[in-house]
């Protein structure tokens, strides 16, 4: 007789999946094992056991039972509510983006304890962000710099050459910053997913990238540039996972 596989797993809830007439398919970012589906049986009858612990941005223990298809929600354990789904729907729909992000980056079975941290991080800090773009935008260069997306900001992706102090070019094909020089060879077929940059705007993606959201937090920005700024990172994302993600419909980037 195959002996029954059990593991505990320390995780954030992203989301659920209605399944059948009382289940749900939970997909969990956890420190063990990268991004895990299980499934919680019955979890949606009223007087299920289960039903309060699995919700979105709920850090959980949970146990599960291995079995063919899915795992098998077994027993869960809240270690901490991150934040509050709140009547601000600006703010709602922005941390249905971010998790939304973080599931089409992180993958099944690979574990990458910095994302867990920084999704963590984020959840926890955004209620009291004074600044909400701004750790929109944190979050989007620090999350493609883990998974070996993040844009080159220092150089010309083409020559190399170090950035003199002038407006600039963002390539989603070339992967970073174009100089002017060298944008003169690039097709016209290229432009679509070509942004000029100007100087703020390519010190706003370099702070954003190297600095911790705590000295961020020290520099004055713009609310109105951080808004473009996400917005074309954002569409960066789009081509480099070559889906668009389903949450940025519903958002004005810049208008929290």
């Not at 003199?164 to 997913?193: K, S």
């Not at 961020?216 to 808004?227: A, C, M, R, W, Y």
Request: charged content about 25%.
């Amino acid at each position: 007789m195959q002996k029954i596989r059990t593991e505990s797993l320390t995780g954030i809830v992203l989301r659920s999946i209605s399944v059948g007439e009382a289940d749900r398919l939970v997909i969990i970012v956890t420190r063990e094992r990268g991004k895990f589906k299980c499934l919680a049986r019955g979890v949606r009858k009223p007087k299920s056991k289960l039903g309060g612990f699995l919700e979105p941005m709920h850090e959980v223990l949970i146990t599960v039972q291995f079995s063919r298809l899915y795992p098998i929600v077994k027993d869960v354990r809240t270690i901490g509510v991150l934040n509050e789904i709140s009547n601000n729907v600006p703010h709602y729909l922005y941390l249905m983006y971010i998790a939304e992000l973080l599931e089409s980056f992180i993958l099944e079975d690979e574990t990458n304890l910095e994302i867990f941290d920084l999704y963590k991080f984020v959840l926890k800090t955004f209620n009291n962000a004074h600044e909400v773009n701004m750790l929109i935008l944190f979050f989007q260069l620090k999350l493609l710099m883990l998974c070996g997306y993040g844009p080159e900001l220092s150089a010309c992706v083409e020559c190399r050459s170090l950035l003199n102090a002038e407006d600039q070019y963002f390539g989603f094909v070339q992967g970073g910053i174009i100089c002017p020089r060298c944008m003169v060879g690039i097709r016209r077929t290229q432009y679509v997913h070509i942004f000029e940059m100007n100087l703020q705007y390519i010190k706003l993606l370099r702070l954003s990238q190297r600095e911790t959201w705590n000295k961020l937090q020290t520099f004055k920005v713009n609310s109105e540039d951080i808004g473009k700024l996400i917005q074309i990172i954002n569409d960066y994302i789009t081509y480099v996972i070559d889906r668009k993600l389903k949450s940025a419909r519903f958002l004005e980037f810049g208008h929290i």
